[in-house]
């Protein structure tokens, strides 16, 4: 039976929060079995907490926002994205601002903690969401869809009409059956356009937004002096957010995703579709010989 997995001691880490532009403290404490991802707000009083829970999402503008009651957690998408990509399924995270830091943009450095930490298996089962009949949302041009596959496997299309991102590849799929999300998926960086700043500053978001967090376009350009990590890290990185956004559903799915032109809010709906019709998914466990290739822990290292 594939086993349930968290990290093996706990670790910490200080950063900026991209959209509050405070400094916050970050930690990562193991959980015990069947406990999923809980974040705590431990600079409010009893340390609130909420759970990486798809109904749990408020607000999508330019991050995932968790809440409840009068507790928010911002931005929690690259750091989910990492969890999913290494197969943690139980974690305390705990945070003394309402934002997750977005180091440098990408899920890397969170990778690097959790790696720091090291697995740690547990003696219960694994579960997943296994896809059985497909789930799809549309709005105003852009689509989000969950369908049946034995894996885990993502296609996703961008469309910016933007010199810079034209060079590069603007439709990227992934097999995680033959493929390491932190090698292929991890290292890429949310990306931003400088003549959006001040209207995103106004409305108090990206006011902690630097060439060291993201990449950064002006109307021809990219600004950074750093060379993209991937030929085509704009669109990889619409797929880092993507597998985020999906760990909300509380378990690994087991299925393919399609999109063109998604974002949190469309990710985040077809989430909740899929859960109104219990006859789209099932949750299910593995035993050693017929998990899905993409979920074969022990075969793929942390950094191959």
């Given at each position: 039976m594939l086993k349930q997995h968290t990290i093996a001691a706990p670790v910490k880490t200080v950063g900026?929060?991209?959209?509050?532009?405070?400094?916050?403290?970050?930690?990562?404490?193991?959980?015990?079995?069947?406990?999923?991802?809980?974040?705590?707000?431990?600079?409010?009083?009893?340390a609130p907490g909420i759970k990486a829970d798809a109904h749990?999402?408020?607000?999508?503008?330019?991050?995932?926002?968790?809440?409840?009651?009068?507790?928010?957690?911002s931005t929690v998408e690259h750091l989910l994205s990492g969890c999913a990509g290494l197969g943690i399924d139980n974690l305390i995270i705990e945070l003394d601002c309402e934002e997750v830091p977005i180091m440098d943009g990408s899920a890397a450095s969170f990778l690097?903690?959790?790696?720091?930490?090291?697995?740690?298996?547990?003696?219960?089962?694994?579960?997943?969401?296994?896809?059985?009949?497909?789930?799809?949302?549309?709005?105003?041009?852009?689509?989000?869809?969950?369908?049946?596959?034995?894996?885990?496997?993502?296609?996703?299309?961008?469309?910016?009409?933007?010199?810079?991102v034209d060079k590069t590849g603007q439709r990227h799929v992934i097999d995680f059956a033959d493929s390491t999300y932190a090698r292929e998926i991890g290292?890429?960086?949310?990306?931003?356009?400088?003549?959006?700043?001040?209207?995103?500053?106004?409305?108090?978001?990206?006011?902690?937004?630097?060439?060291?967090?993201?990449?950064?376009?002006?109307?021809?350009?990219?600004?950074?002096?750093?060379?993209?990590?991937?030929?085509?890290?704009?669109?990889?990185?619409?797929?880092?957010?993507?597998?985020?956004d999906l760990y909300l559903a509380g378990h690994p799915i087991v299925g393919a995703y399609v999109a063109e032109k998604s974002g949190h809010a469309l990710n985040n709906a077809l989430l909740r579709a899929l859960f109104a019709d219990p006859t789209t998914y099932e949750v299910k466990s593995f035993d050693e010989s017929n998990t899905p290739k993409a979920y074969q822990l022990k075969n793929k290292p942390l950094f191959a």
């Open positions: 900026i929060g991209l959209h509050t532009g405070r400094k916050v403290t970050l930690k990562l404490i193991p959980a015990p079995i069947n406990t999923g991802i809980i974040f705590h707000r431990v600079d409010l009083p009893n749990a999402v408020t607000d999508t503008r330019l991050a995932t926002v968790l809440q409840n009651g009068d507790t928010r957690i690097f903690l959790i790696e720091s930490a090291g697995l740690q298996e547990q003696d219960a089962p694994r579960q997943f969401i296994v896809i059985k009949k497909p789930v799809e949302i549309r709005d105003s041009g852009k689509l989000a869809r969950l369908e049946p596959f034995d894996g885990f496997k993502l296609d996703f299309t961008i469309d910016f009409k933007h010199p810079a290292r890429a960086r949310t990306f931003g356009f400088a003549h959006e700043v001040e209207a995103l500053r106004e409305m108090g978001l990206a006011r902690g937004g630097s060439l060291d967090n993201a990449i950064v376009l002006d109307e021809h350009r990219i600004l950074n002096n750093e060379e993209l990590r991937y030929d085509d890290e704009f669109v990889r990185h619409k797929i880092l957010d993507a597998i985020g």
